[in-house]
């Protein structure tokens, strides 16, 4: 289905699961930015107990229009509201929200906005999106000293000048690059910038293949953003984390997440002792293998029976030798 959004721009969505009134509703709010929605999210729902939605937000997936195009009215501001019109829409009074990664950023802004219209929180990979992590992802002093010959490949399309930049600097040299027109040199970029994050994405580096089409988006949408700070003002989800206290949240985190180190984990839960936090110890940012989307099942069952919350902060303890890291399979049941 699609709504039309402010500036011409329109959302794609969909709804599924039970159409009771008394169902929990639950948004998720995919990663990226530039992800696009992924129906494998379901699997983590009961369906018949709960009713889901997925969207593609502004500028990716089937969302109107994309990419570059969708730039010029495409900021966290925006997204807020885009949120605000799909729940008045759809006659939402509260919903719970989770996503990955980006998605968890999206949520807490979301949340610490509008507390009143949050019924629980489940973030996979929290990121607070701030100069902190993004120097650590972009900046040849960190996850580039874990994985050299990636971050390599990372800087080859920029210049020389571009390559011996700070954070700042190379991301403007891709944002020149993803914005010029240019469709061979657009897709380069785009296939460097998606192959770095696919290779630091788990603990054993994949093998980069580009896709075109997601990862043109994923590219242009998180160059985009990241540049910019994500529209956010230094600290700002920090600061206003306070607004969160009433609210039930899950916070799901790989010990070894290259892209959003533990360390926002632990800010955020100086503020907000409620949480209750699975880190996984043999983890890094995907979280889609078995046991993560069991635990996962079993924390959004348990909401939707209301069952009574156990406030002890969760880890997870695996027997695995992390040599065996390579026979891990993402669950696509």
Known sequence: MYLPLSYGQTMYYEVHGASGAGAPVALVLHGGPGAGLSRRSLKLFNLKKWKVILYDQRGCGRSIPFGVPSLSHNNTELLLEDMERLRKVLGVKKWYLTGG???????????????????????????????????????????????????????????????????KTILEGYSRLLTSGDKKEQDKAAAAWTGYEDAVISLVPREPKYKGGRDLSVAILENYYF???????????????????????????????????????????????????????????????????????????????????????????????????????????
């Open 101 to 167: 990664s980006w998605g968890t950023t999206l949520a807490l802004v979301y949340a610490e906005k509008y507390p009143h219209r949050v019924s629980g929180m489940l973030l996979r990979a929290l990121c607070l999106m701030d100069d902190e992590e993004s120097a650590w992802l972009y900046e040849p002093n960190g996850a580039a000293q874990v994985f050299p010959s990636q971050y390599e490949g990372f800087l080859s399309p920029l210049s020389d000048k571009e390559k011996r930049g700070d954070m």
């Open 227 to 333: 540049k910019n700070g994500g529209f956010l003002e230094p600290g700002q989800i920090l600061r206003d984390a306070h607004r969160l206290k009433g609210i039930p949240i899950d916070v799901i985190h790989g010990r070894y997440d290259m892209i959003c180190p533990y360390r926002s984990v632990m800010e955020l839960t100086k503020i907000l002792p409620q949480i209750r936090v699975m880190r996984v110890e043999d983890g890094g940012h995907s979280g889609y293998f078995e046991e993560e989307a069991g635990y996962i099942r079993s924390l959004t069952d348990a909401f939707a029976a209301g069952l009574p919350r156990n406030k002890e902060t969760l880890r997870a303890a695996r027997s695995k030798n992390l040599s065996k890291l390579k026979t891990r399979k993402i669950s696509r049941k």
